[in-house]
């Protein structure tokens, strides 16, 4: 494969990103300290680490939900760490997409509506909504339960919804900040085969953290952090 191929496949890259923040008593504390890495189109990455290693600020900055204080982020060719905030927040409703701990489902909604829902805060065309909703929620092997309300399924159902919708408008990035956390191991692999099963049918892209190591073997690339930094 020659260099151009490769710079090709790869959707999102972070150079040199750090990140500081300033704490109580004025002093300030790097959180990130110079991360180098490359996401490549059609894989599952996982951003692995310990809770204060650094990772929920690295998906943060890579997902424009936050700015490194050096470095830079290139997202599809394009420097987001230079973008304003109303280019930030189109870049967000219409090329990304994030599943979170917390689903933050609408609870009076059924899953259908949920995800239909979220079709519309990303302006999908109207009469390809209720297509592309049943789509999802049977790719997510939902279809059975798209008009039962998320107090009515189990923790992993709830997830599985929290995914139809993020993938619902074609993205071209998912970021999962420990999206099992909340969920029994048994159940958390359920999740993070779903993502790999996107991957592999869909060609979909996904990053997600987690500091459960039984989840690192289905990534295709693994990124360790420790102390803000990434190590082998």
């Not at 899953?111 to 909703?133: H, I, Q, S, T």
């Not at 996107?198 to 102390?227: C, F, N, Q, W």
Request: zero cysteines; glycine letters at 10%; aromatic letters at 6%.
């Amino acid at each position: 494969m020659g260099k151009s191929d490769l710079q090709s496949s790869v959707i999102l890259e972070a150079k040199d990103v750090g990140r500081d923040f300033k704490i109580g008593d004025g002093s300030v504390v790097s959180a990130l300290k110079g991360i180098n890495a490359e996401i490549e189109k059609g894989t599952l990455t996982i951003l692995r680490g310990r809770s204060g290693s650094g990772k929920t600020t690295l998906i943060n900055i890579l997902g424009a939900l936050d700015k490194p204080t050096r470095g830079s982020v290139i997202f599809d060719g394009k420097d987001i760490t230079k973008l304003g905030e109303a280019k930030r927040d189109d870049l967000r409703r219409y090329e990304m997409a994030f599943v979170f701990q917390s689903v933050a489902l609408m609870s009076g909604m059924t899953a259908y509506e949920n995800v239909e829902f979220g079709l519309r805060l990303a302006g999908y065309p109207y009469k390809m909504r209720d297509k592309r909703v049943k789509e999802v929620l049977e790719n997510v092997g939902l279809g059975k339960r798209m008009h039962h309300r998320p107090p009515e399924m189990s923790g992993g159902e709830q997830q599985r919804v929290a995914i139809a919708r993020a993938i619902a408008h074609n993205p071209k990035i998912i970021f999962a900040d420990e999206p099992t956390a909340e969920l029994d191991t048994a159940t958390g692999l359920h999740v993070v085969k779903l993502f790999k099963e996107l991957v592999a049918r869909h060609g979909m892209t996904i990053i997600m953290t987690t500091h459960d190591p039984s989840m690192v073997d289905i990534a295709d690339k693994v990124y360790t952090l420790e102390d803000g930094e990434t190590v082998e």
